[in-house]
């Protein structure tokens, strides 16, 4: 199957948003400032979305790509088939001159799901990895499709807590096959014994929670995942979310996990200012 992988602005675009759209809905039209080809392109195919940083966050189904249109958000009964309404209402009130950007293609969407994977092991088509974030689109492999990709991954793996102690974990499948997420979400058990899952990718005022589980004492664990190297900006995110926990909860047991591929130094220092926040590493090792 055919697969992109594009840039989407965050200030612009509410993923939830579209995800609740087509919940209901069967398609979505997404749209994005740059000019895409259809012609080289088969249909359907995936699309990888890049928020920030060098992660890639969701994952979509799209069906088919066509030039952008005004009518999009102007033809009532089409808008409200294709466009969630907080999209059409920003149209509507010309939010933040949404109107005069540049649009240019629109993405027919199906689907949108939670998809955390490392941007830099994705493949190009040509079978080189990728060097930086996009700032349009790429035309990649996809991360199940075989080549560089899928042998980069097809590791034992294991996940330590940041000292000499290192718990191994199974890996049931190839790490190309499932992202980091829902390799943790199989494995929580050894990131903390009667960890248990409550909420997943979870939208909230303070930003969209990973994992939020509960503890054997019933406490409440907020679970930030991070692929690649962490660093102290993540215990301020953290920070945020149990904050909303303990409010919306009505509890001051709330207590934070942070999983990074690696911790650089200026975490290991930030991580010592707070006493209820852990730091634990997932390695991948060849054995």
């Known amino acids: 199957m055919d697969a992109i992988l594009f840039s989407a602005n965050p200030t612009m675009v509410t993923i939830d948003d579209a995800r609740r759209h087509l919940a209901n809905h069967d398609e979505l039209y997404w749209e994005v400032g740059f000019r895409i080809l259809r012609e080289k392109f088969s249909y359907p195919m995936l699309g990888f979305i890049h928020i920030r940083g060098g992660q890639v966050e969701y994952q979509a189904t799209i069906r088919d790509i066509l030039p952008f249109s005004p009518e999009h958000y102007e033809n009532r009964t089409l808008a409200e088939r294709v466009k969630p309404e907080p999209w059409r209402q920003e149209w509507h009130d010309n939010y933040n001159d949404v109107r005069s950007y540049p649009w240019k293609t629109a993405f027919v969407m199906t689907q949108i799901m939670p998809f955390s994977y490392d941007t830099y092991a994705f493949c190009k088509v040509d079978g080189t990895l990728i060097q930086w974030p996009p700032r349009s689109y790429i035309h990649v492999l996809p991360p199940n499709g075989g080549g560089p990709v899928s042998k980069r991954y097809t590791l034992p793996a294991s996940i330590s807590r940041s000292g000499p102690k290192t718990r191994n974990l199974k890996l049931h499948t190839r790490l190309a096959e499932c992202n980091l997420e829902e390799f943790i979400v199989q494995q929580l058990e050894a990131v903390e014994p009667g960890l248990l899952l409550v909420h997943r990718q979870l939208p909230t005022p303070a930003g969209r929670l990973d ?39 009505r509890t001051d047991k709330v207590r934070g996990i942070i999983i990074v591929g690696k911790m650089d130094q200026a975490l290991s220092y930030a991580i010592k200012a707070v006493s209820n926040i852990q730091v634990k590493e997932f390695k991948l090792l060849i054995e």
């Open 211 to 249: 994992l939020l589980c509960q503890d054997r004492c019933n406490n409440w664990v907020v679970v930030e995942l991070k692929r690649d190297q962490g660093t102290d900006q993540v215990v301020g995110q953290v920070l945020r979310y149990m904050g909303w926990v303990k409010e919306h909860h």
